[in-house]
């Protein structure tokens, strides 16, 4: 990415603001820099005479033997222009802002004009209000704390959190390597700080913490594209809550979350969501493994019936298969074990690891090599035995490594009882992801198992120019069907109903939700009925425009909602659910960001629980899925054609047998318009 490397691997770093105490930043900094002291000229700036892990202090950056490349701003925030004016003066590529409140200490915009001035220079900003950052493989360290090398890459907003991780991926035995803190981003984002981790070898997976996703189009790009570099972005972020539901107006609004949204973006990119830390971690290990899961089968091996079983069943719980084994795969694992092992999957050892350690890593073997597995979760006592008896520990590390040589062309995920033994150390340097609770193990090997592909995400925006917002029901029919959407035959009811079948839906035009309001009636026989009808309607709602429509007779119909809206970061986003009055009730729906493809949205009604409603329930006919698809593209197109069109709601779409057709719909226009 332009001007990336001089945060990855700069050939002179200056810490400005270096200190002697330990207590301050500028110590921790200097001490971090001084680590790659062997690699790289490190100047330290700051008190005159100060001497931080025997390096003196200069008290100017015009001090300096030569320019510095990478600049560590730790001094307080009147001071910072002046010094990053000085280090541009001298050809200065790259800072890293630890300071914070420069628009507080020097007025509105202040932090804006810096990166504007860092960049007409030609440099590059990480923060401020950053915690720094961290490259193992190129031994750079200018942050707080310490880190363990590893192949965990973490870009945080929040750099306390970011230093949380590493600390958890450490104690997994995971480690780091790379820690970018973004602090506030006014120049280098978290697309940039993923996207240079394409060819960042030490990388195998990597974790974003971030509370916003500023052009959250391009962040769905790097997730496609780390993906493809077998470098799979976990996710972690905030705003779950009920508050931004709580204040849509429509269905659609209510509900789609932040993280409906987020998890759409995911799916797009091929990257992960998950709600914690630990999580983060646990699924890390699983996707930092040499080698993934093949697909859902597991093997699950214990030296313990009861925790065999509950592995059985946790690993179900989260998708995953646990298959029988063949006759003769069981027949081959007997004739390792006790006559009470149990062998059809799950596995029970039945005592033979504690008369013969090596028949944990000869029942992996057997079964890698069996082709009915497509991964195995070991739990129970292995990686305990050394703990417990030191005479056994060299056993079991060489049993250890066997199982780790499995590993490398088999996903070997280990759920012990042990701690801090040698046996686990030996399975985590070789990579094999090691828990210490057997839900936290299947679950990672259940999102390994269903980690999305390596893909582009959907077609890029092609918005055309804004038309002038038109308000009412019939505007938005209007809008819809002009994208391909079917609605019944209508007309305005001062026009009459010539053309029109019996029986007829009496619809008021303005309302947004008419049947909570009263504003629709259904089943008119006739004119007659129609007119008294609008006389009373008129009476209740007062005067207005009226819609009239052929009511849907047909059999054998299910409603579904389609919608979307425009999401401040991902930009539009498509919604199919089950729809009718009831839909926030089920909350059965899939987002996808759109446009869509009549494919994708095809997957999107495969993805509800309604969707075999539309196959055939209970003996009942197969309905138009195909063209209730295409209802969901028209939609995702209207959305990405029209960026003035926040939100639209087309609930309920009637699907049957022969067709579809959509006999309600909102549309919502940016700014004071509103719905319509």
């Known amino acids: 990415m332009n001007g990336m490397r001089v945060f990855a691997d700069p050939r002179s770093v200056a810490v400005v603001g270096a200190s002697a105490d330990r207590a301050k930043w500028g110590y921790w900094l200097a001490r971090g820099a001084i680590k790659g002291a062997h690699r790289r000229e490190v100047h330290l700036v700051g008190r005159q005479g100060a001497v931080v892990e025997g390096v003196r202090c200069l008290s100017s950056l015009h001090d300096l033997p030569s320019a510095p490349d990478l600049v560590a701003l730790c001094v307080p925030p009147g001071a910072v222009p002046g010094v990053v004016e000085q280090a541009l003066g001298m050809g200065a590529r790259g800072f890293v802002g630890i300071t914070a409140g420069l628009d507080l200490a020097l007025g509105e915009g202040a932090e804006r004009a810096l990166a504007q001035r860092i960049a007409a220079a030609g440099a590059r900003l990480l923060g401020p209000n950053c915690l720094g950052l961290y490259d193992a493989a190129t031994e750079l360290h200018l942050a707080w704390g310490s880190f363990t090398s590893g192949s965990l890459a973490i870009v945080s907003q929040s750099g306390q959190l970011g230093l949380a991780l590493g600390t958890l991926a450490a104690d997994a035995g995971l480690g780091v390597s790379r820690f970018v803190s973004l602090g506030n981003q006014a120049d280098v984002t978290a697309a940039e700080a993923l996207a240079d981790l394409a060819g960042h070898d030490r990388t195998r997976a990597v974790a974003l913490y971030a509370e916003d996703f500023g052009d959250g189009r391009a962040l769905v790009e790097t997730f496609a594209a780390l993906r493809e570099a077998g470098k799979p972005v976990i996710v972690l972020t905030v705003g779950g809550g009920e508050a931004s539901r709580a204040a849509a107006r429509s269905h659609t609004g209510a509900l789609t979350s932040a993280m409906e949204v987020v998890d759409a973006a995911c799916e797009a990119g091929g990257a992960i969501r998950v709600a914690s830390p630990g999580r983060l971690v646990d699924l890390a290990q699983a996707l930092a493994a040499p080698a993934p899961p093949r697909g859902r089968r597991v093997a699950v091996v214990s030296d313990g019936g009861g925790q065999g079983a509950l592995a059985a069943d946790l690993a179900e719980a989260e998708g995953l298969r646990v298959p029988p084994f063949s006759a003769g795969l069981a027949a081959r ?151 391909g959407v079917p609605f019944p035959p209508g007309r305005l009811a001062e026009e009459g109903v010539e053309g029109l079948r019996a029986p007829y839906v009496l619809k008021a035009d303005w309302l947004e939700h008419k049947s909570e309001a009263g504003g629709v009636v259904v089943g008119l026989p006739d004119e007659a009925a129609l007119g008294r009808a609008r006389r009373e309607m008129a009476r209740r709602l007062g005067p207005g425009r009226y819609v009239v429509e052929e009511m849907d007779t047909r059999d054998h119909v299910v409603e579904i909602l389609v919608g979307g809206r425009r999401d401040p970061a991902f930009g539009p986003v498509v919604v199919a659910g089950f729809g009718g009055t009831e839909v926030e009730l089920w909350r059965d729906t899939v987002t996808a960001l759109a446009p869509v493809t009549t494919r994708a949205a095809t997957e999107m009604l495969r993805g509800l629980r309604c969707h075999r409603l539309l196959t055939g329930w209970r003996a009942g006919p197969a309905l138009a899925v195909g063209a209730l698809a295409e209802v969901i593209v028209a939609v995702s197109r209207l959305l990405s054609e029209r960026p003035d069109v926040a939100e639209v709601e087309v609930n309920p779409v009637r699907v049957g047998v022969e067709g579809v057709l959509a006999v309600d719909a909102l549309v919502g226009y940016a700014g004071p318009s509103g719905l319509t």
């Not at 059809?344 to 039945?350: F, G």
């Not at 073997?365 to 009915?372: K, M, N, P, Q, T």
């Not at 250890?400 to 490398?408: K, Y």
């Open 333 to 483: 694992l007997a004739a390792l074990l006790p006559p009470a092992a149990a062998t059809a999957n799950p596995v029970d050892l039945a005592g033979a690891g504690e008369r013969d350690m090596t028949s944990y890593a000869r029942v992996v073997e057997v079964i890698a090599g069996s082709g009915e597995a497509d991964a195995v979760l070991l739990t129970g006592y292995f990686g305990a035995w050394g703990g417990d008896n030191p005479a056994l520990d060299r056993t079991e590390v060489s049993v250890a490594g066997r199982i780790a040589e499995v590993a490398r062309g088999m996903a070997v995920h280990v759920d012990s009882m042990g701690r801090g033994t040698e046996a686990l150390a030996a399975l985590r340097e070789c990579g094999v992801p090691v828990y210490d609770r057997v839900d936290g193990a299947a679950w990672a090997l259940g999102r390994a198992a269903a980690l999305p592909p390596a893909r582009r995400p959907c077609p890029p925006l092609r918005p055309l120019a804004p038309s002038p917002p038109a308000q009412g029901y019939w505007a938005a029919r209007e809008l819809l069907a002009g994208y």
